[in-house]
């Protein structure tokens, strides 16, 4: 096979197969309908954090796929729905910037549940749009054969797709076909990303997150949504390069909520923080200490400057 090299912009020579491809392929679909999951399966490690309840992903995140052939930048982003506050409106347009940027979209449903309301709102979004579409058919480890055709034709039946294909993340089913699909249609280029790379998400954002997501946990149905995550401080302790020190706030809107977050002498809390910290601990290969705090900041889901203090 002949090679090419190339000079980044970054000033690295990279060596790359005659007709290499590289581009972005985004995962759209309703809340819960594991784009998270097939993110981090395709990337190999944890990217996105996930989570049963709905719109765990309020960003677009990207994982990066290295191949012989091709170089896949997943993007996985947030459901898309029908908002009901101004968080939801903005990671709705989160959602729609993204739409425009990618080279290939991926539609996500749910091999386990109809199709329904929220997955034709979006196909009715998707249709106007020129880029190349495929619908991905999720946790087929969880749907009957018979729920499985029966949803091969309903999503025949949404739009024109260019390709439609069942998949289980969990069992790794027909995942590196998937893959194959997206990178098939990315235009030739260099790579986009150094060999090694996963991901571009800044670690403090990546620690913010494995927060929410330990603190997701188990929580009521109304609370997952008015949970936010800020990462105040982090940085290594003085004289020590295997040792860090992290200092978080989690966001709630009701003084109710913060009774719940915390539970009972805060023994919630302190398990949230046990396994928050294992997680950021594998991610930063070094040992972590953790300060965990609640704050009520009152209904921040609808308050534009709160919203921005927040990243949102």
């Not at 992903?57 to 990066?64: E, L, M, W, Y």
């Not at 034709?120 to 495929?134: D, N, V, Y």
């Not at 396994?275 to 534009?304: C, F, K, N």
């Amino acid at each position: 096979m002949s090679t090419k090299s190339l000079v980044r912009q970054d000033g690295a020579v990279t060596t790359e197969p005659a007709g290499f491809r590289a581009g972005f392929a985004c995962f759209v679909g309703r809340p819960n309908a594991g784009k998270s999951t097939l993110t981090n399966a395709l990337v190999g490690i944890k990217v996105a954090i996930t989570s049963s309840r709905p719109q765990t992903t309020r960003h677009a995140v990207r994982g990066i796929v290295h191949r012989p052939d091709s170089q896949l930048v997943l993007v996985d982003t947030p459901g898309l729905h029908r908002p009901r506050t101004l968080l939801g409106e903005r990671l709705n347009d989160v959602v729609r910037a993204t739409l425009s940027e990618v080279d290939v979209i991926a539609m996500c449903v749910p091999a386990n549940e109809k199709v329904g309301p929220g997955d034709r709102f979006i196909a009715r979004e998707l249709a106007g749009l020129r880029t190349p579409k495929i619908a991905v058919l999720t946790k087929t480890d969880l749907a009957t054969p018979q729920q499985i055709t029966a949803q091969l034709v309903s999503l025949g039946k949404l739009m024109e797709w260019a390709d439609i294909i069942p998949v289980s993340a969990v069992s790794a089913y027909q995942v590196d076909l998937l893959a194959d699909l997206l990178a098939a249609r990315l235009p030739e280029s260099r790579a986009l990303y150094l060999d090694g790379e996963l991901t571009d998400e800044p670690e403090q954002v990546m620690v913010a997150e494995l927060i929410r997501e330990a603190a997701l946990e188990g929580v009521r149905e109304e609370l997952p949504h008015s949970l936010a995550v800020t990462v105040e401080e982090m940085g290594l302790r003085e004289g020590r390069d295997d040792f860090i020190d992290i200092h978080a706030t989690v966001h709630v809107e009701r003084p109710s909520q913060k009774g719940i977050v915390l539970g009972h002498q805060g023994e919630r809390m302190k398990a949230v923080g046990i396994r928050a910290r294992a997680a950021i601990e594998a991610l930063l290969g070094m040992r972590v200490y953790l300060d965990l705090h609640v704050s009520v900041t009152r209904d921040w889901q609808r308050d534009p400057k709160q919203l921005q203090r927040l990243g949102f």
